[in-house]
């Protein structure tokens, strides 16, 4: 691809980026279960990979949002009963946050309902082809992050 003055590397690259963000967005918003939210599947799903306990700040900076949105994230999730949120008991200012068992389950429902969402790219682009463009993603992803 050629680039001109007006339409640099960076620009086409971000770009891309964008408009992909906002077509996942959408096919993934309009795949999960009803009644959850995109925000809310990414927590669950990150609580399930990762497991442990996080306070509502550390999870803010982890999806590079304010407090006060995460905050109406984790409180929908409360409840819903997908997440447990208790006082740290040495510092009264904190809480802290964990999936539940019905979080667990319906971040298990929403993969479910989500995989077969993208079945046509997987197949259309073909799965090596998505194996070899990870490591620039994750790279991009990093180098972005720091």
Do not use: C
Not at 6 to 23: H, M, V, W
Not at 69 to 95: C, F, S, Y
Request: overall charge positive.
């Amino acid at each position: 691809m050629t680039t001109t003055p007006s339409d640099p590397l960076a620009i086409a690259l971000f770009s891309e980026i964008d408009t992909l963000e906002q077509l996942v967005q959408s096919r993934l918003q309009r795949a999960l279960p009803k009644g959850m939210e995109l925000s809310q599947f990414s927590v669950l799903n990150h609580f399930a990979r990762l497991g442990g306990e996080k306070t509502p700040a550390q999870l803010a900076r982890v999806f590079h949002v304010t407090r006060g949105t995460m905050t109406n994230t984790l409180q929908k999730l409360e409840a819903a009963g997908w997440v447990h949120i208790r006082p740290d008991w040495d510092d009264g200012r904190k809480k802290w946050v964990a999936i539940s068992p019905a979080g667990r389950a319906a971040r298990d429902y929403a993969v479910q309902s989500i995989t077969p969402v993208f079945e046509d790219v997987m197949e259309g682009m073909g799965r090596e082809r998505i194996r070899t463009a990870l490591p620039f993603l994750r790279d991009l992803r990093q180098h972005l992050n720091s």
